[in-house]
């Protein structure tokens, strides 16, 4: 089982940068893959980004690519979410999940989940 406890979120001004951790804890594996996850109110959870804890490699959702970047630091079981220009849309409770499911952006792979962490963005 995987524990995964996120932090950072906050009130943030539209173009304004917030950085968000998801510390890994439990039994984990070398092929599991990491994401984020976001839900606005009255809209499903939505993708946004994963990385693989091994190879480090990243895909992302497009309505975040090339304002939003993952990284891992796998000595301190930590995945990060860096997130630069925010819009008013990125408004969310942002969620850390695993999966061994490299590639996939369908919640319903993501096996275990952090509680969340809100992120407000306001103009």
């Known amino acids: 089982q995987v524990q995964l406890v996120e932090s950072g979120g906050g009130l943030v001004q539209a173009g304004g940068s917030q950085r968000l951790s998801c510390v890994v804890s439990?039994?984990?594996?070398?092929?599991?893959?990491m994401g984020w996850f976001r839900q606005a109110p009255g809209k499903e959870r939505e993708f946004v980004t994963a990385?693989?804890?091994?190879?480090?490699?990243?895909y992302y959702a497009d309505s975040v690519k090339g304002r939003f970047t993952i990284s891992r630091d796998n000595a301190k079981n930590t995945v990060y979410l860096q997130m630069d220009n925010l819009k008013l849309e990125d408004t969310a409770v942002y969620y850390c999940?695993?999966?061994?499911?490299?590639?996939?952006?369908?919640?319903?792979?993501?096996?275990?989940w952090g509680q969340g962490t809100q992120v407000t963005v306001s103009s």
């Open positions: 990385i693989g804890w091994s190879s480090g490699r990243t």
């Open positions: 439990g039994r984990t594996f070398s092929n599991i893959a």
């Open positions: 999940a695993a999966t061994r499911a490299y590639g996939s952006s369908w919640p319903a792979d993501f096996r275990s």
